[in-house]
Each structure stands twice: as C-alpha cells, then as structure tokens.
C-alpha cells in the first residue's frame, strides 16, 4: 500500500468540502428568474439585482479560489474521453507552458474534486500535440507547418499537449486501492515529488538495481533482507543484447556485497572476469550516478567440467558424485528411451542389492524388504560400478553361451560319448564364473535370452559414453563442495564455455540443485539465513524446455520443489533466457520476482504477459521497445511493476565474441 503524501496544497483538502449553501444559492437564484419568467405576462424584468448577488456570492467561494491556487501547481487537466476510452487509461491536456514538465513515466496525483476522491497514476503515452483552436488537419495549420524552413518561417497557432495516465489506483487515507471510478473531467493533475517516490513505491532495500525510469535523483533497491522479496526466484527475459547479462552482473554484485552467496551456471565463461574491475570507457561516470565505482568482486572461483578448458588459468576442475541423482534423473537427462530406462532401473536395483549384501550404503537401511529411498542415488553407488556388473553380466551371458553350443556339439558327435557324465562334475569354471557376483550373492542374473542381451548391450553403449565424458567421481577432480559454495559473499562461476555436450551440462546443473537443496534443508533457519544462496542459471531454455518438458518431469518437478521450498532456507533460483517462448510455463509461475527487458516477438510477447499478469497495457506496450538497459521490474516488493534504468556493471566482463 502506498502512503500518498500530495504536494504542499494538500493540506488545504479538508478545507476542500463542497460548498452546499453557496451552490444551492446560485442555482436557486437562476431558478427564481426563470419562474418569474414563466410567470409574469409583459416584458420581463432585468433582474440586475439577483445577479449581482450571484456574482458576489461566487467570488468569496472559497472551493474556486482555492482550486484556482491548486491548479497553479498542476501540469495538466482531465479531459473528457475519447471515443473508444479503456477503464484504466485517463486522457489529459496540457497548456504548452507545462509541457516542460512532461515525462513519460512520472508519476502522478490526480485530484478529482467534483466526486472527492484522489486518484494515483503514471504518465504512460504522450505528450502528443494539438493545436488550440484549429482543426490539425485544417487548411491555414497544415500551410503553416508547410511554410517551416527554406527561408520561411511562420509562427505556430498556439497548441498544447495530450498525455493517457494509467490509474494505479485510488488513494484513501494515504493507501493505494483498486478502483472502480475513473477522475472526473477538467480535474487537476499534479507530479509527485521525487522525495516522495522510494516510500510510495517501495523502493528501499540494500540491493541497488538502478534509476526509476524517468527520475535521476530516485534510487530503485530490493530487499534481500526480506524472505517475501528477493528470496521469491528471479526471471529474467530480454531479447540479445537487451541488458540480460548486465543485469545479472548488477544483481550478482549487489548481492555478494550483501552477503549472499552467487553461484553462477555460465555457459560462455562470460562472468569468469567479474574480480576485475570494468575497463569500458566512460562508465566510470556512469557508475558515479549510481554512487558506485568500477570494482570487480573480492572472492571468485571459477570451476570447469572435466576435459573442458577455460580461460582462467586458475580454473579448478571438478567432478559430479554419481550417487547424487536418482536413477530416474539420469535416465531422463542421458535422453534413454523406456527400454533402456527399464533395464537402467533393473540395473541400478541389482547393484544395491549386491551393495547390501556386502554391506555398503547407508547404515540405517538394514534389511532387504526396506526401499531404498531413490529420490536421489543411492549413497555410494558409482557408475564405474554399475558397468562392472553389467560386464560381468556378458562375460557370464557369453560363457553361458559358449557352454551350451559345446553341449550341443558333444550331442550331436552321438550318444556313445553321452554317458561320461563324470566330465560334467570335473570342469573347472573360469574365475570369472567363480567370482560371478550373482554366484557370489545368490541372485538372479539380469541377462538371461539373447533379447536381454541385446538391450543391455545398447544400456552399456550408453554408459560408457557417459563415463568417457570422466564426470563422475574423480579423485582427481573433487566434487562442487556446497559448504565452499554458500559462503556468504563468494561468487561461484561454473565456466561451460568450452562444454558442448547438453547432457554433461545438465548432469552438472541438476547435481548442483540436488546437494544444494539438501545441504540448505539440513541447515536450522539460523545458519540458513547467514548462508544465503542465489543460484542463477543463464540460458535456461537450454536447461529446460517447453518442447521437451514431456521428457523432463524430473528435472521440472526438482525445479519446482526447489523453488517452492527454497524460500524458506534462503536459496533463491534465478533464470535467464532470451525465449521466454521455449521456457516451460512452471518456471514462470515460480519467478515471483521478474526482470522484463526489450522482448519482441509475438509468441514471446504473449507468454510473458501471460506470465506478468499484473502488468497493465500502458507500460507493456513499451516492452517492444525499451532498448538497452531499461527493464520492466516486477516484484512483490513493489506495488506494480515499475520501469527501472538498470545501472552499469562494476565488474568486467569477459567478451566472447
Ligand atoms: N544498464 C546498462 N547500462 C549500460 N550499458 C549496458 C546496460 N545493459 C547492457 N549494456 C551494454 O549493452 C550491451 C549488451 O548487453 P548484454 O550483453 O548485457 O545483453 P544480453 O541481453 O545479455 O545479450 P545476449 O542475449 O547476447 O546475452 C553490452 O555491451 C552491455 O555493456
Ligand atoms: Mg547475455
């Protein structure tokens, strides 16, 4: 709710009551004249004397002097409507003396006093120009505009301005409502002062985003100290080059400088510079503005994938324990179909039966009938294990084989030699046999036909595909460590510039939301709050997509539980993409906070409106529109969404083109 503090003339609103006695007054006089009219029969009397009276009692009516002393201040009137007139979008005319004083974008008073009532809104279009008294497309106004230069030049008729106010709302008693009603015409309409601006709009908080649009002396911030606020996930859209990633930038210093910690999935190593101070030639000046200077963040660490290089010479390489993501997970992300996801589950199963046996996994699981809980991987599975048993498995299937076409041979050479039944008992197995874990453990062997054989051939392909990626458990290369990574004020970029391959990037992605998630769930409120995380993925379309959101309810349904629990342990999502069109509406709902930068494209026009429900038409029409840096904010800490100037970086970037 906004409290709603008009200019200086406000004080004089409850003096401001309608003056009954002195309207009943003039209309009765004129009533009296005109029934003395109809009356009387001969020529009518002049009446000079009533109408003195009138006149008198009109100059000491306080309502028009003080309207008159109001409407000084005022930069424009309400106009009566147009023809096809919406409900929330008010017409008003400006003298051209005050067109000075229009913006696009300032935020306005509009005091409505034939009805009472006090109207909040903003400029949204305009100021478009009329002359006074022609018609604009009469003769003598188009010869004059005609008649401009080359040597002529003949004086403008006298004109003045239109601009359309989007109502926000109705004030009462110094709080912001809905409404019902709309100003009435010729009502004054006053700016609001810029002081005034930070409290109306709530525009406080300790994380500096950039200039309210419009305003050079108003600040707009977010609350990170607030769990309803930023700790509410993160959007944010725009077309290429709009903004997108100078925004994050903006939000990923401000944050770290307010203790949070950042951990960034980069997919073109475009933040792996942020420790450096920006270079770009006059955003020194630039940044002044905002009362910051070039500073590249105090503590960075920059992490690759396995065999992938990165520019920072420093970049530390890190693997992903298998263990962290469910079976499920893995065969959603490694794309397998129903088959192979079948045979992976059998596979999976038998090796924690085979851990059990040998007593490995958790403690507290202790006999068979108990499930194992497989929301995530069982603890201590690897898949260097799984493809042990699977290779013993086709050792097995081949001896198997092997056996039975020699007996079919000895068959076959006759039955003379059938009866020497004591070679049976004198074969010796391979060690291979011997040491067979089904024989070992007294299980039931996975591949048992040809047919299974076949199908967990193609399983195998798969894995060993996904083990010469070398991403999973490294000595080597140690896993991302969740305590390092939520360090208040670190910034963690995970460079993926030189990762081409989707699976690997989504392994990781998904392996970072798992054991983040589960580390903050561990945590009490206390340290969880000290620990504060933002965890922002760019291209996230690439991550999850509309198109293949049928293949990837795992992933969706782990954003979504994240999302929604995270709040509350201060892990904050934010995604960024430049197709909204190609992001899975889910995310959408669970981005309470959203930064719209210029969007173009009809398809992802309609979605993100969609999306942004409470963004009214005057402002969205600028969305097209709204070049570089100027971004549409919405937020639960605001009232509505406002148009912020997005300030420039501090740090550097790391150009990759
Ligand atoms: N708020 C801003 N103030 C000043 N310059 C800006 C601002 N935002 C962006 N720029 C500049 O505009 C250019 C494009 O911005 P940026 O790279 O952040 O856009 P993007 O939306 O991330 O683009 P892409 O889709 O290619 O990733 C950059 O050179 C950047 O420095
Ligand atoms: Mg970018």
């Known amino acids: 709710m906004l409290p709603f503090e008009p200019p200086a003339q406000d004080d004089q609103s409850g003096n401001r009551q309608r003056d009954a006695g002195s309207d009943q007054y003039v209309s009765n006089s004129l009533q009296d004249g005109n029934a003395g009219a109809s009356e009387l029969s001969g020529p009518r009397i002049a009446q000079v004397d009533q109408h003195i009276a009138m006149y008198e009692a009109m100059s000491i009516?306080?309502?028009?002097?003080?309207?008159?002393?109001?409407?000084?201040?005022?930069?424009?009137?309400?106009?009566?409507?147009?023809?096809?007139?919406?409900?929330?979008?008010?017409?008003?005319?400006?003298?051209?003396?005050?067109?000075?004083?229009?913006?696009?974008?300032?935020?306005?008073?509009?005091?409505?006093?034939?009805?009472?009532?006090?109207?909040?809104?903003?400029?949204?279009?305009?100021?478009?120009?009329?002359?006074?008294?022609?018609?604009?497309?009469?003769?003598?106004?188009?010869?004059?505009?005609?008649?401009?230069?080359?040597?002529?030049?003949l004086s403008l008729p006298e004109y003045h301005g239109r601009i359309h106010i989007e109502l926000l709302g109705e004030?009462?008693?110094?709080?912001?409502?809905?409404?019902?009603?709309?100003?009435?015409?010729?009502?004054?309409?006053?700016?609001?002062?810029?002081?005034?601006?930070?409290?109306?709009?709530?525009?406080?908080?300790?994380?500096?985003?950039?200039?309210?649009?419009?305003?050079?002396?108003?600040?707009?911030?977010?609350?990170?100290?607030?769990?309803?606020?930023?700790?509410?996930?993160?959007?944010?859209?725009?077309?290429?080059?709009?903004?997108?990633?100078?925004?994050?930038?903006?939000?990923?210093?401000?944050?770290?400088?307010?203790?949070?910690?950042?951990?960034?999935?980069?997919?073109?190593?475009?933040?792996?510079?942020?420790?450096?101070?920006?270079?770009?030639?006059?955003?020194?000046?630039?940044?002044?503005?905002?009362?910051?200077?070039?500073?590249?963040?105090?503590?960075?660490?920059?992490?690759?994938?396995?065999?992938?290089?990165?520019?920072?010479?420093?970049?530390?390489?890190?693997?992903?324990?298998?263990?962290?993501?469910?079976?499920?997970?893995?065969?959603?992300?490694?794309?397998?179909?129903?088959?192979?996801?079948?045979?992976?589950?059998?596979?999976?199963?038998?090796?924690?039966?085979?851990?059990?046996?040998?007593?490995?996994?958790?403690?507290?699981?202790?006999?068979?009938?108990?499930?194992?809980?497989?929301?995530?991987?069982?603890?201590?599975?690897?898949?260097?294990?799984?493809?042990?048993?699977?290779?013993?498995?086709?050792?097995?299937?081949?001896?198997?084989?092997?056996?039975?076409?020699?007996?079919?041979?000895?068959?076959?050479?006759?039955?003379?030699?059938?009866?020497?039944?004591?070679?049976?008992?004198?074969?010796?197995?391979?060690?291979?046999?011997?040491?067979?874990?089904?024989?070992?453990?007294?299980?039931?062997?996975?591949?048992?036909?040809?047919?299974?054989?076949?199908?967990?051939?193609?399983?195998r392909k798969k894995l060993r595909e996904l083990r010469s990626t070398r991403l999973f458990d490294r000595h080597d290369a140690p896993k991302l460590d969740m305590v390092r990574l939520s360090e208040p004020g670190h910034l963690t970029i995970i460079d993926m510039s030189d990762c081409d391959d989707r699976e690997v990037k989504n392994i990781i992605i998904a392996d970072l939301l798992a054991r983040m998630y589960r580390y903050k769930m561990d945590l009490d409120e206390k340290t969880n709050k000290q620990r504060r995380v933002m965890l922002t993925i760019e291209e996230a379309h690439g991550f999850v997509s509309r198109e293949n959101k049928g293949k990837m309810e795992q992933t969706l349904s782990q954003l979504q539980r994240i999302a929604r629990r995270g709040r509350k342990r201060w892990l904050i999502l934010h995604f960024v993409t430049q197709s909204p069109q190609h992001l899975p509406s889910e995310l959408f709902e669970l981005a309470n906070n959203k930064i719209i930068h210029q969007t173009t494209g009809t398809e992802n026009l309609r979605v993100l409106k969609l999306a942004a429900g409470t963004i009214n038409e005057g402002i969205w029409d600028e969305v097209p529109s709204l070049g570089i840096g100027r971004a549409i904010v919405v937020s639960s800490q605001y009232p509505h969404p406002i148009m912020v100037r997005i300030r420039p970086a501090a740090s550097q970037r790391n150009y990759t083109l």
Do not use: W
């Open 171 to 459: 004030e009462v008693n110094g709080l912001l409502y809905p409404t019902t009603r709309r100003p009435r015409p010729a009502s004054p309409v006053f700016a609001y002062q810029s002081s005034m601006m930070s409290d109306m709009l709530h525009l406080r908080g300790n994380i500096l985003l950039g200039q309210l649009d419009t305003y050079k002396d108003v600040f707009v911030h977010i609350d990170g100290e607030n769990k309803e606020y930023l700790p509410r996930n993160v959007l944010t859209v725009g077309t290429v080059g709009s903004g997108k990633s100078n925004t994050d930038q903006v939000l990923i210093e401000e944050t770290l400088a307010a203790n949070y910690a950042q951990i960034v999935v980069d997919p073109e190593g475009e933040y792996t510079l942020m420790d450096k101070p920006v270079e770009t030639a006059g955003v020194q000046e630039m940044l002044a503005l905002y009362g910051r200077a070039p500073r590249g963040v105090p503590h960075l660490t920059v992490y690759r994938p396995p065999l992938c290089g990165s520019k920072r010479a420093d970049a530390v390489e890190f693997s992903v324990p298998f263990d962290s993501l469910s079976p499920e997970l893995i065969a959603e992300i490694t794309d397998m179909n129903e088959t192979q996801g079948m045979r992976f589950t059998f596979l999976y199963e038998q090796a924690i039966a085979v851990m059990r046996k040998e007593g490995q996994g958790p403690a507290q699981i202790i006999g068979e009938e108990e499930e194992a809980n497989l929301s995530r991987g069982y603890p201590g599975i690897t898949l260097d294990f799984l493809l042990d048993i699977l290779n013993q498995e086709f050792a097995h299937h081949e001896y198997k084989r092997e056996e039975e076409s020699a007996e079919k041979g000895k068959k076959s050479k006759g039955a003379a030699k059938s009866d020497d039944t004591s070679d049976e008992a004198k074969k010796v197995l391979p060690s291979s046999e011997v040491n067979f874990y089904c024989r070992v453990h007294r299980l039931k062997p996975l591949i048992e036909d040809q047919h299974d054989a076949s199908s967990y051939g193609a399983l």
């Open 61 to 153: 009516n306080h309502e028009l002097e003080q309207r008159a002393v109001a409407s000084a201040r005022a930069i424009a009137f309400v106009h009566f409507d147009m023809t096809s007139p919406k409900n929330n979008i008010v017409e008003a005319l400006v003298h051209q003396g005050d067109l000075i004083k229009i913006d696009r974008g300032l935020y306005v008073l509009i005091e409505s006093d034939e009805d009472q009532r006090r109207y909040s809104g903003r400029i949204v279009e305009g100021p478009f120009f009329d002359p006074d008294v022609l018609k604009r497309d009469s003769t003598p106004v188009q010869f004059i505009i005609l008649h401009q230069g080359q040597g002529k030049r």
